[in-house]
């Protein structure tokens, strides 16, 4: 199993970023996949969720209304999409694989300063 995360950065607040996590290594179309950050000092934290076949989503309070998760099962990709970009927003962005074993990427670095 792999993931790889990609297309963090350093935005402007207000800004906006996709981030991708492509997989690898087992049948992505069956499971659920998440994405997590963690800012510096913190706990990893849950950003958002998205079923195996992306029939509906669950957004934590964190991203709700800003941040979007998709997912392309012909790419075994899993997208989040972030609008209006906050400095607490900065933090590295994980994206993990729902199921008994978790697996986890290896994160982006996500800045958001002016």
């Known amino acids: 199993v792999q993931l790889v995360e990609s297309g963090g950065g350093l935005v402007q607040p207000g800004g906006s970023l996709r981030l991708s996590c492509a997989a690898s290594?087992?049948?992505?179309?069956?499971?659920?996949m998440s994405w997590y950050r963690q800012a510096p000092g913190k706990e990893r934290e849950l950003v958002e969720v998205i079923t195996s076949n992306g029939g509906s989503t669950n957004y934590a309070d964190s991203g709700k209304g800003r941040f979007t998760i998709s997912r392309d099962n012909a790419k075994n990709t899993v997208y989040l999409q972030m609008n209006n970009l906050k400095p607490e927003d900065t933090a590295v962005y994980y994206c993990?694989?729902?199921?008994?074993?978790?697996?986890w990427g290896q994160g982006t670095q996500v800045t958001v300063s002016s």
């Open positions: 993990k694989r729902i199921g008994i074993r978790n697996y």
């Open positions: 290594g087992f049948t992505f179309s069956s499971y659920g």
